[in-house]
């Protein structure tokens, strides 16, 4: 076996029944998403995985997509020809989606550039409480991926709130934090959209945004 790769064609590895099995819902999800942003290491063995995976959803005609597959992926999908057997899609984390707008805030903040009013220190009095409570970090590791993804829907919609009792640069970032987190799904027919890395990527950013809030609300 030569390089590792199976004695048996690609195409014809069976399918995981416990993948078959998230499959055969009432409703089947949209779409199966698999973030590979983030693999170094990518084999023929995590390749059958990928191909098993897409033949079982393609029995509930359920598209696999692949977010964002490192070069380590994609050198093995090229080689096989089987990368046109996936469709692929830029990996958006919340993270990416909101930092930019928090670190430009920040920086206006520590060169006096921005300082919030009276209303905003207001706002956000009320706001924090919220959002710490919504801090997935304050749930037990045992709390199921749906609670802590239904925390993140509250943070937004608290998140949505406020920026509508605020003004200008403020009320800009909350809006982007609120859109970010509120496409955070809490329904377990979207097993791909609740997945640990994603809920950990929004609670990282969540404290990033609640760290510099606390210094706004309380200069």
Do not use: C
């Not at 023929?44 to 990928?50: E, S």
């Not at 919220?130 to 925390?151: G, M, V």
């Not at 800009?172 to 979207?190: G, R, S, V, W």
Request: hydrophobic share 40%; charged share 20%; no cysteine.
């Amino acid at each position: 076996m030569p390089g590792g790769w199976p004695h048996r064609p690609l195409h014809r590895v069976t399918p995981d029944p416990r993948a078959e099995s998230r499959l055969t819902r009432t409703t089947p999800p949209k779409e199966l998403q698999v973030d590979l942003s983030k693999v170094d290491l990518f084999t023929a063995d995590g390749l059958r995985v990928l191909l098993a995976l897409r033949d079982a959803a393609k029995l509930r005609h359920v598209p696999v997509v692949l977010l964002g597959p490192s070069p380590a992926v994609n050198r093995l999908l090229q080689a096989n020809g089987t990368h046109e057997r996936f469709t692929t899609r830029t990996a958006t984390t919340v993270s990416t989606a909101v930092d930019p707008a928090l670190n430009h805030l920040r920086h206006r903040t520590k060169t006096g550039q921005w300082t919030p009013t009276g209303r905003d220190r207001a706002a956000l009095t009320a706001l924090l409480p919220r959002l710490e409570w919504a801090d997935p970090a304050h749930l037990p590791r045992s709390a199921p991926t749906a609670e802590r993804a239904t925390r993140m829907q509250a943070a937004a919609a608290a998140l949505a709130t406020a920026a509508l009792a605020t003004r200008g640069e403020l009320a800009e970032l909350l809006a982007q934090y609120a859109t970010a987190l509120a496409h955070i799904e809490n329904d377990p027919a979207q097993p791909s959209v609740t997945t640990p890395a994603v809920l950990n990527d929004a609670g990282d950013a969540l404290r990033r945004l609640i760290a510099f809030l606390e210094v706004a609300a309380h200069p």
